[in-house]
């Protein structure tokens, strides 16, 4: 190669333990064994498939969260339908998490995507 050519960067591989956790069949296993659980008694096996009530009782954030999502629908004006699926999305990245409960985090996350949306 002659000093003139460019050679590309080396790809980085993460090493986040967390991560390779979160990529295993065992990690992907466990998360959605705990989501059918949430779900059996109302026949459902997905965050999308959760409606009024129910969903509500399994998307329960923090304050700082509710405080977010409230703040956000009034300032985006978002829809019954657009708050709903923000609910939705947010739950579904605390479960890729392995995390129980829905936090300020995981609704900034799923606004976001929204954005991204919405934008393009």
Request: charged share 30%; net charge positive; hydrophobic share 35%.
């Amino acid at each position: 190669m002659s000093k003139w050519q460019a050679s590309p960067p080396p790809i980085l591989r993460c090493r986040h333990p967390r991560r390779a956790h979160a990529r295993s069949p065992r990690g992907w296993r466990k998360r959605a064994t705990s989501q059918r659980a949430r779900f059996e008694k109302a026949g459902l096996r997905t965050n999308a498939e959760a409606e009024g009530e129910l969903l509500d009782s399994v998307v329960k954030p923090d304050a700082a969260g509710q405080k977010l999502l409230t703040d956000a629908a009034e300032r985006m004006r978002l829809t019954a339908r657009g708050y709903h699926r923000v609910q939705r999305v947010a739950r579904t990245i605390a479960d890729l998490a392995g995390v129980g409960s829905v936090n300020r985090g995981h609704i900034a996350e799923a606004l976001s995507y929204r954005r991204i949306h919405h934008a393009g």
